[in-house]
């Protein structure tokens, strides 16, 4: 389960947009543990190749959602999966977001691109008990508007804010424009007594995290999601490297106080 | 039971003097208990590791002359076994080798997957002749692979059970500097068996210490006398003496602190210009772990297997990410190489990533010398122009 990956078949296929898809697997055998929020599976694709893939959605039957934007190989091999076909996965692997420490506290979530399909858990998991968290804001950015994830689920995650924006907008589109940290004086929270959740592309992860901490949210508060090559997940192959962190191991979920040294390094 | 052949080292175990005909009965007892014997042996111009069938095999009167980017055989006189420091390999090979299968699969005739995890032949390994620095090698690679939350089967099936017996360093090489790093030249932990090789006027002998009990119950079998203080003291002032003969040295600072506070130097410019990327740092390092995947599909297409390699950091596509690799300039390269050996290795595994073998500097083709570079980069951090 940690080396060799367990039989799955996918059992459902929804595409989300033109270059990205959420497929649902059904363990063939014996399921894989359980996942938390933020962590992530070692997909195969039989014959192409291995990559991690965030899960997308938490569910108790053990079966595992995952949302896959074609890319490569190996992204492009599993998004082309429909009902029937068969994966292998291994899992679960790394430390998610710890939504333990948002307990009592305004929740922030800023996302870009497939950066919100890791988050989505995350709602699931403060919208499931909104009582026990303060203001929750989420704010998410893509190239265009066909481009957008989970579009349909955005209204429900209004408590009090969630706003898309995109880059390129089309015809009819009544979001923003622009970049997504532009939405961050629009939302409403207490900088103070928030926990920021960030997830996207790395010049997108500085931006939000330099913009909340000047508006008074505390380094520490900030967890980001990160991505580096990543071949065993089992923290022996090297390649997931940040500087002191093995990513795979130590994140891919880190306080910004961690990582904000690390990300300012060139090709570190 | 203590023959009167035994009496009692500092450390606990037993000791005794073996001569040429005692070691010759030590690699035949291993291979008695069924233990594959490694040790040195000369092939192809240099010191290698390999099976042993029996002591002769070892390099009885060769040494070496080491040097950034040169490695010679040297006939020596003494008709030493292990005057000689790291050659091109280490136990790595052994322990944590260049392939592995680590699965298999099928696919049915309705597409289903059958997956089969590579259950590692346990091998019983004997390592004849393991350099202080490299004995704290195998201890890093334990860490590495074993020390986690998901320890390695198939460096387990392999390290399980190694029977590890080391010879103290009495001839360093000109590129060694385990003084620097703590390592050697003595050894002080982790081994079966302890040998330090004493040739003077009163002959070719080992004194062997026992640092385990199945240490001391394969010394019991051997021929053997019991240790003498000539020969104790000989070999004391043998390891001393190498002690002060080390080729090279780092400077003397925190490396972890000298790497964190240098990560934009212009040092690492300069070696920029004579790195060539070759990766042959990392293969002949004995704690560099890292590793890629290969997953292969037989020609029906239905049978598919996952394999290990050893992979390079100097590697561009170690990096990638889709859009390019993270790290694509040579000098990121390097700086990664050293910045995870001398310093986030201790917040990876705690411990440093480097021994201090001076393999590295012998097998770069173009003598790049990380205890030089590691100086420049103190010079540079400090501000002063004193010379290493
Ligand atoms: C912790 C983590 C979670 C992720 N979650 C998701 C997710 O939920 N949905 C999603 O669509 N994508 C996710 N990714 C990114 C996804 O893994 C890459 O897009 C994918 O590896 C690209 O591989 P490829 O073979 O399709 O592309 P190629 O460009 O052909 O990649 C070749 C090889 O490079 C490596 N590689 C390339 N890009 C990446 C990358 N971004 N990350 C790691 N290795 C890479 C892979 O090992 C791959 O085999 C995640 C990445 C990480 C590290
Ligand atoms: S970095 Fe060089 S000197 Fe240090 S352990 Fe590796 S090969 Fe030996
Ligand atoms: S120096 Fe490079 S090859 Fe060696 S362990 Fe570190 S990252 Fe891997
Ligand atoms: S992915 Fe291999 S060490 Fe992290």
Redesign the pocket.
Known sequence: MTLTPLPYRVVDRREETRDTATLTLAPSGEPLAPFAPGQFAMVYAFGVGEIPVSVSRILDSGRLVHTVRAVGAVSRALHGLGPGAHVAVRGPFGRGWDTTAARGRDVLVVAGGIGLAPLRPLLDTVLAEPEAYGRLNVLAGARSPDDLLYGDEIPSWRRPFAQATVDRPSAGWKGRVGIVTGLIGEARFRPPDTTAFVCGPEVMIRATARTLMHQGVDAARIQVSLERNMRCATGHCGHCQLGPLLLCRDGPVVGYDRAESLLTVREL | MTSPAESRPRDGGIEAVLDRSGLAALVTALQHRGRTVIGPTVRDGAIVLDELDSATALPYGWGVELEAGTYRLVRRDDGAAFSHS?GPQSWKSFLHPERVRQWSADRGPGGGLTVREERPQAVSYAFLGVRP?DLR?IRILDLVMAGGRYPDPAYLSRRTGAFLIAVECTEPGA?C?CVS?GTGPAADAGYDLALTEVVDDDGHRFLCRSGTEEGADVLAELPRRAADDATRTAAVLGVRAAADRMGRSMPPVDLRTLMRDTLEAERWDDVTARCLSCGN?TM?????FCTTTEDVTDLTGDHAERWRRWDSCYDLDFSLLHGGPVRSSPRSRYRQWLTH?LGTWHDQFDSS?????????VWCPTGID?TEEAHALHREASGSQDAP
Do not use: D, H, Q, Y
Not at chain 2, 284 to 288: A, E, K, L, S
């Open positions: 790291a620095c090698a590129t500097f790093m740092c002949v390092c004995p704690t560099c050996k990533g480097c021994v201090g073998c001076g393999r590295c500097i990380l």
